[in-house]
């Protein structure tokens, strides 16, 4: 009998370290601006936290019963994969990586060229260009960025310096923090460059290069 009630005192310590806690309101609107009870709302914001601190918040359409956004956190940084509303369209946002950083700056194998991402015809350069079609780096990456609301609502601002490599393919590759600000600004920075695909790599004479580059994403509140 003391040997049952031990396992049973056992299975529940188990079961209480594995545990959930799960809190939900509900709103009556989409930009969940006031709250109502469950009867009157359209949508429901569920924030769940796990016994080893992730915090995912979901907020679900209630007549669809679908997911229209979700994002999760271990303390101030981003875990997992997202959903998010992006230029009217639901997407995914993948997290589920660690940020690396690194103090010293790659060797460049173009060093000759000024600008590796505009074509030079004087030194029989190509630029790699991105395969989604934006002729702009920087445009690609304002199109692509979030800001993470810790940050937001922290007031985290500032550049974060991204190095990463062209391979000879067009993949990027070895994508790592050089000067950071804050994991939630870091690891967003991170996945927009891992997302950048180009057409072609970078051409020298003819020949396939790959190519080393530092680039700031700026983060800024005004």
Aim: hydrophobic fraction near 40%; include cysteine.
């Amino acid at each position: 009998m003391r040997k049952t009630i031990f396992s049973l005192y056992l299975l529940f310590i188990i079961v209480l370290c594995n545990a959930q806690t799960s809190d939900t309101t509900y709103y009556n609107n989409f930009f969940l601006e006031k709250k109502v009870k469950p009867n009157k709302a359209k949508v429901a914001r569920i924030v769940t936290t796990q016994a080893d601190g992730l915090s995912t918040v979901m907020v679900k359409d209630l007549s669809s019963q679908k997911a229209i956004s979700s994002s999760s956190f271990k303390d101030s940084e981003p875990m997992g994969i997202w959903l998010k509303q992006q230029h009217g369209e639901l997407v995914e946002l993948d997290y589920n990586f660690e940020v690396i950083y690194r103090k010293i700056p790659c060797a460049d194998s173009l060093s000759a060229i000024k600008d590796i991402f505009s074509d030079d015809t004087a030194a029989n350069y190509i630029a790699p260009k991105l395969a989604t079609g934006e002729t702009s780096i920087y445009s690609f990456l304002g199109n692509n960025k979030v800001y993470p609301s810790f940050a937001r609502d922290n007031a985290l601002e500032g550049n974060v310096y991204v190095v990463f490599t062209i391979s000879t393919n067009g993949t990027t590759e070895n994508v790592e923090v050089l000067r950071g600000i804050h994991i939630s600004l870091d690891k967003e920075a991170v996945r927009v460059i891992k997302l950048m695909k180009f057409s072609n790599p970078p051409t020298l004479d003819g020949v396939a290069r790959s190519c080393c580059a530092v680039i700031p994403l700026m983060f800024s509140l005004s």
